[in-house]
């Protein structure tokens, strides 16, 4: 082989096991895209469940996102780059004994009031956000629980097909007008169930911000208002976020810790991780305050649905065209027919409806006369078979008075079968006797059979 073919073979060996990331090959940019995607369609899925809605979605969704990623924050700070650096008074230019520094990273302390308080959360508050976030799921495990299949369904539907104008939405009210009509009067434990979720959730808001100043030795919970304007003091950190989060601290290893020979020495030391622990913490002093104000106000909302004037504003929609009713007058009929559960189903399915398959669907349910129709109309159509409404001590007697009546079957002409027996005389030899001569109990409709 030539020298020249051997290059070539050469060139196009390495461009081969070299591809170009410019021709696209391995495109960043779509990869990071469908990561995104994916999670965009999780977050924006519409919610059908019959015990979930937006504040639940913020407390078992976004608070547990934000709880996660804080702990993996926190984590990859932990492990990636130096969080303590501690001298000793005697020699300030070498750093301690690795054994020194993992006592003083478990026990620093500042100087208050001519009294020590410890640090004690500095190492360990990474976990305490992972156990935050485990806490948060609770009401989605609740709700999942808790949830109505029939209702759920129902919703899905809705849901799927509400971007439809055609004749699918008609069909979709009817099945909606069907299902409350038939099951009406009979969802109050969903909305107890739904009511119980979210108050479940606010007792976790309230544990969490327990939880968090008890963690940061009874600085959290005011920890926003006290910090404000949050001015900042460099110098001597007298400042209340300096004081929460001290970045310098002390730290002391005396004979009781059996490592210094019986003798006592302080170390000074720089928490380098306490700088980013004062903006994570006033970020989520912020928005567990705000979650748990929103909380509040929905739980209030929820309760208010007993007063006959809000349940004729959130089921109140805009009058169609080919109305001839008054809205309020149809509404007011629904809630006279409704209960508070039916109340609150049909405010869920409004959000799904266009305001005049909505309009339809409350005329059709503000008929006075509606829970008479729906006995009428259930009557014929879900009876049981008459065999299931037969008590069981008369099922016997009506078989056997039933049994006369059903067709015998059809009479043996005794001279053809001894003519057919005659003509095989195996057969014969096997049945020697006449047929009519045969006992009794072998022929057809004997008093037995009868009976």
């Known amino acids: 082989m030539s020298l020249a073919r051997r290059k070539q073979l050469t060139t196009q060996l390495h461009g081969a096991r070299m591809p170009s990331i410019g021709a696209g090959s391995v495109d960043i940019r779509s990869l990071l895209g469908s990561v995104l995607n994916a999670f965009k369609t999780r977050a924006n899925q519409i919610c059908a469940a019959t015990c979930d809605g937006l504040v639940l979605r913020m407390h078992y969704r976004w608070t547990f996102c934000l709880l996660l990623g804080t702990f993996l924050t926190v984590w990859y700070s932990w492990y990636h780059r130096d969080v303590i650096t501690c001298v000793s008074h005697f020699n300030a230019e070498t750093q301690v004994r690795l054994d020194y520094i993992n006592i003083c990273l478990s026990y620093p302390f500042v100087e208050e009031d001519g009294s020590r308080r410890y640090l004690l959360f500095y190492r360990w508050i990474s976990w305490s956000f992972a156990f935050l976030a485990a806490v948060y799921y609770i009401p989605r495990k609740v709700s999942k629980s808790f949830d109505n299949a029939r209702c759920k369904k129902l919703l ?25 009509i038939f099951n009406i009067k009979t969802h109050n434990g969903l909305y107890w169930k739904f009511l119980t979720v979210n108050i479940i959730a606010l007792l976790v808001d309230l544990f969490a911000m327990q939880f968090l100043d008890f963690l940061l030795q009874g600085r959290f919970i005011q920890y926003g208002i006290k910090s404000y304007p949050f001015s900042r003091d460099p110098h001597t950190f007298t400042d209340y976020i300096s004081k929460t989060f001290p970045p310098f601290a002390s730290c002391e290893i005396a004979k009781q810790n059996q490592l210094v020979n019986k003798r006592t020495e302080m170390f000074g030391c720089h928490l380098t991780i306490m700088e980013l622990y004062e903006k994570l913490f006033l970020g989520l002093w912020v928005w567990l305050i705000m979650l748990t104000f929103v909380t509040c106000c929905y739980i209030i909302f929820l309760f208010l649905m007993w007063l006959p004037c809000v349940r004729v504003y959130l089921l109140r929609v805009a009058k169609p065209v080919h109305a001839s009713d008054k809205v309020r007058g149809v509404v007011h009929a629904v809630t006279q027919n409704c209960k508070i559960g039916d109340i609150y189903l049909l405010y869920r399915l409004k959000g799904h409806l266009s305001h005049a398959r909505f309009y339809e669907l409350m005329v059709r349910l503000s008929d006075p006369n509606l829970c008479n129709k729906q006995i009428q109309q259930s009557g014929p159509g879900v009876m049981p078979e008459s065999k299931d409404k037969v008590p069981p001590n008369k099922q016997a007697d009506t078989l056997r008075q039933r049994r006369p009546n059903m067709p015998q079957d059809p009479p043996v002409n005794p001279e053809y079968l001894h003519q057919l027996l005659a003509g095989n005389p195996e057969m014969m030899g096997r049945h020697p006797q006449h047929p009519d001569q045969r006992t009794p109990l072998l022929k057809t409709n004997t008093s037995i059979l009868i009976e």
């Open 156 to 180: 899905e539907d809705l849901a799927a097909n509400a971007h439809r104008y055609d004749q699918a939405e008609r069909e979709l009210v009817e099945r909606a007008a069907r299902y409350i």
